[in-house]
C-alpha cells in the first residue's frame, strides 16, 4: 500500500467574469482552506486576470484566471478535482503534477520578476549608439 506523500502541483482555474477581487479572494481562500484540511499547503498563487476565452464556456466569454502552485497528498487530488466540479464560481479548471525542477523554475520565475525592474532599465548601448548618431546629425 502506498504512503500518502506530498507531491507538487499546479492548478489553472478560469473563474466566472462577474467576479470581483473581494470574491476571487473569498475563491482563494476556500481553495487554500481545503488543501489545509487534507494537509498541503499553497506555495503561490498568480492571478491572471481576465481574459478572453477561444470559445464559449458554460455561456461565458471571458474568465478570470487564477494559477496556483501548492502540495497536496497524492491520494486527495481527485477529491481536489471533486471540489472544483462542485464550486459554482469555477468554470473550468486543471490540475498538473510537478516535477521538483518545474516547481523550482517557477518559484525562481517569481524572484526574477520581483528584482528585475522594467520601467527603470536602461536602453542597450546600440540602442543608445544609434540615438547619439541621430541627435549629432541634427
Known amino acids: 500500500m502506498r504512503r ?13 467574469p462577474d467576479l470581483d477581487e473581494t470574491q476571487v479572494d473569498q475563491v482563494l481562500e476556500k481553495i487554500g482552506g481545503f488543501l ?15 481574459k478572453r476565452l477561444a470559445y464559449r464556456v458554460k455561456k461565458n466569454r471571458f474568465g478570470y484566471y487564477l494559477n496556483i502552485y501548492h502540495t497536496c497528498g497524492n491520494q486527495n487530488v481527485s477529491s481536489l478535482e471533486t471540489e ?27 524572484h526574477k520578476e520581483e528584482g528585475s525592474d522594467f520601467t527603470g532599465r536602461e ?11 541621430a541627435s549629432d546629425n541634427d
Open 4 to 16: 500518502n506523500a506530498l507531491r507538487s502541483y499546479q492548478s489553472v482555474l478560469i473563474l466566472k
Open 84 to 110: 472544483y466540479k462542485l464550486f459554482a464560481q469555477i468554470i473550468r479548471y486543471l490540475v498538473l503534477r510537478l516535477d521538483d525542477k518545474e516547481l523550482e523554475r517557477a518559484v525562481s520565475r517569481e
Open 36 to 50: 489545509k484540511e487534507n494537509d498541503g499547503s499553497c506555495l503561490k498563487v498568480e492571478k491572471w486576470g481576465k
Open 123 to 133: 536602453a542597450s548601448p546600440v540602442k543608445k549608439e544609434s540615438a547619439t548618431k
